[in-house]
């Protein structure tokens, strides 16, 4: 079986949290989705665990981050093609999401954007040509 992730998120509101990633491209299970989360699936091994602030409390016993005030994490999708990184940030935007919160990044063989969602979490959305890459110094941070 291969690994899988589940990013698991506070929202404030479960319904519009649901819809807005619905209309990015993620895919409602209702098996693992009642009243207080839904699980977005993004592919087979990816999934998004959209939680109530009460239901994520369950979890931890720290406070849950305002996301629009404070970094928590920052989160990276990978995209097939630069026309589809553009594609989900438009559908992001439209659907109620921030466009690139951060900057855009075209190095030629890599291509990333990213959107906030309504409740403040930041993602990356990014396409990279793996071939080019080896053909490319090595990437440090200075």
Same mark, same amino acid.
């Given at each position: =079986?291969?690994?899988?992730?589940f990013v698991n998120l506070p929202v404030t509101?479960? +319904?519009? %949290?649901? *819809?807005?990633?619905e209309a990015i491209g993620a895919v409602k299970n209702p098996q693992f989705s009642d009243e207080t989360e839904?699980?977005?699936?993004?592919?087979?091994?990816?999934?998004? =665990?959209?939680?109530?602030?009460d239901k994520f409390r369950q979890f931890t016993p720290? +406070?849950? %981050?305002? *996301?629009?005030?404070?970094?928590e994490v920052l989160i990276c999708l990978s995209a097939d093609?630069?026309?589809?990184?553009?594609?989900?940030?438009?559908?992001?935007k439209t659907s109620g999401g921030a466009a690139d919160?951060?900057?855009?990044?075209?190095?030629?063989?890599?291509?990333?954007?990213?959107?906030?969602?309504?409740?403040?979490h930041i993602w990356e959305v990014m396409w990279m040509d793996v071939a080019a890459v080896t053909t490319q110094p090595a990437m440090t941070n200075a």
């Open positions: =079986m291969p690994k899988m992730i509101d479960l +319904t519009r %949290a649901t *819809a807005f990633y839904s699980c977005m699936v993004f592919s087979e091994t990816i999934y998004a =665990m959209l939680l109530t602030h720290k +406070t849950i %981050a305002d *996301a629009k005030t404070s970094s093609s630069r026309d589809a990184v553009d594609d989900i940030v438009g559908k992001a919160p951060g900057p855009k990044q075209d190095l030629g063989f890599m291509y990333g954007r990213s959107f906030e969602d309504p409740d403040g």
